[in-house]
Structure formats: structure tokens, C-alpha cells
């Protein structure tokens, strides 16, 4: 907030800067950059790439894990999508190749994506109960 109660707003990646009059005018100015926050960025690209993707691969990937409806949904923390399966294998081996397209390295890579999965209490009790 500036000395004169308006609220100053700061892009990182773009480098640029603005004032906004209140706080709708803070929800209008995130709103236009929610989509671009989601993906990764080109300096990002460029490092999981590097090495035959050798970052990508090595870099800890955390799931979580639930189930409902007879399918188990996968999720990474910073996407909005979840991968769907019967099995939690076919819903961790989606997430992954759902990975490997947001960071656009080639698919055949998601088996050897370094994936943790925690499973939510859902899920747990289908196990139990199976």
C-alpha cells in the first residue's frame, strides 16, 4: 500500500508496475495474469530442459491422491487439472505425462519423472475397503 492508501502492484516477470485505486482494481490486475502465473516461465523452460531434461526429471513432483465416483484424480499442487484413472497408477502415470506437457518436453519422459504421491483420506479408505 502507497503513502496515499492506493495499492501498488509489482509484475515480476514482466518488470513493470502500477497503481491501482482499491481493491477490485488489485482483483482486476491479478485476474489478467492468473493464467500466464500458471505456466511456467521461459527461464524455467529453458533450465528443465537443459540436459535432455535431466532437471525435469530429477525435480520432486508432489501428488496428491483422491478418489470418488470409482476413479482415483491425481494433482499437482500448481496445475489446476487433475489426471483421472481406476488405479491410482493410471492417474499418477497421467499427472506425469500432464507434466510433461505444461513444461513441453516429450511425454515418453514421464515414466522417469521423480513423482511423490500422498494420498488424501478418500482415497485411503478405498484402499482399506477394496
Known amino acids: 500500500m502507497t503513502e496515499d492508501l492506493r495499492y501498488h502492484c509489482y509484475d515480476h516477470g514482466a518488470d513493470s508496475d502500477t497503481v491501482a485505486a482499491d481493491t477490485t482494481a488489485v482483483e482486476s490486475w491479478l485476474k489478467d495474469r ?6 511456467p516461465s521461459p527461464v524455467i523452460i529453458e533450465m528443465a530442459s537443459a540436459d535432455s531434461w535431466e532437471l525435469l526429471k530429477s525435480h520432486p513432483f508432489r501428488l496428491r491422491v483422491s478418489w ?5 484424480a491425481a494433482s499437482v499442487a500448481a ?9 491410482i497408477a493410471e492417474a499418477v502415470n497421467g499427472a506425469g505425462e500432464m507434466i510433461c506437457q505444461l513444461f513441453g518436453a516429450p511425454v515418453e519422459f514421464a515414466p522417469d519423472l521423480t513423482l511423490a504421491a500422498e ?3 478418500t482415497a485411503v479408505r478405498h484402499i482399506r475397503t477394496a
Do not use: I, P, T, W
Not at 34 to 39: C, D, F
Not at 79 to 87: N, P, Q
Open 79 to 87: 496445475l489446476a487439472e487433475a489426471s483421472f484413472g481406476r488405479s
Open 34 to 39: 492468473e493464467e500466464a502465473a500458471r505456466q
Open 68 to 72: 470418488s465416483d470409482g476413479y482415483y
Open 119 to 121: 494420498l488424501d483420506k
